[in-house]
C-alpha cells in the first residue's frame, strides 16, 4: 500500500502563491505518473497536473497553465505544485494521486486526503 500525504494549502490572497507538496510513502508498484486534482464545492472533479518518469514532460489542465508548475524530488519521494497568479476561482480542496500513467481521464489509482486551498480577499 502507498500512502499520500499533501501539506501546504491555506488561505491566500488573489494574485499571492502557495506550495503544496505530497510525500509518499510504503511500497509503489511501479507507479511513474504523479499529479494534482482539485475539487471546488458543488463541481465537478478537476484534473491539474501530472508528471511522469518516464518522459519528465509535464501536463496542465488548460485553466491553470503558465500558473501553475509541478516538479518532483524522488529522492524524497515528494511533489510539489508551486501555484502563482491565484485566483478566486482556483479555490478547491487539492488531491496529489499516483498512477503508472498520466492521462487525459485523470483515473489515477491511489488518492491522498486533500489539502484546502482557498483564494479570497
Known amino acids: 500500500q502507498v500512502q499520500l500525504v499533501e501539506s501546504g494549502g491555506g488561505l491566500v490572497q488573489p494574485g499571492g502563491s502557495l506550495r503544496l507538496s505530497c510525500t509518499a510513502s510504503?511500497?509503489?508498484?511501479?507507479?511513474?505518473?504523479i499529479g494534482w486534482l482539485r475539487q471546488a464545492p458543488g463541481k465537478e472533479r478537476e484534473g491539474v497536473s501530472c508528471?511522469?518518469?518516464?518522459?519528465?514532460?509535464?501536463y496542465y489542465a488548460d485553466s491553470v497553465k503558465g500558473r501553475f508548475t509541478i516538479s518532483r524530488d524522488n529522492a524524497k519521494r515528494t511533489v510539489y505544485l508551486q501555484m502563482n497568479s491565484l485566483k478566486p476561482e482556483d479555490t478547491a480542496v487539492y488531491y496529489c494521486?499516483?498512477?503508472?500513467?498520466?492521462?487525459?481521464?485523470?483515473?489515477?489509482?491511489?488518492w491522498g486526503q486533500g489539502t484546502q486551498v482557498t483564494v479570497s480577499s
Open positions: 508528471i511522469s518518469s518516464s518522459d519528465g514532460i509535464p
Open positions: 494521486a499516483i498512477d503508472y500513467v498520466c492521462s487525459s481521464s485523470w483515473d489515477f489509482g491511489s
Open positions: 510504503g511500497f509503489t508498484p511501479d507507479y511513474r505518473a
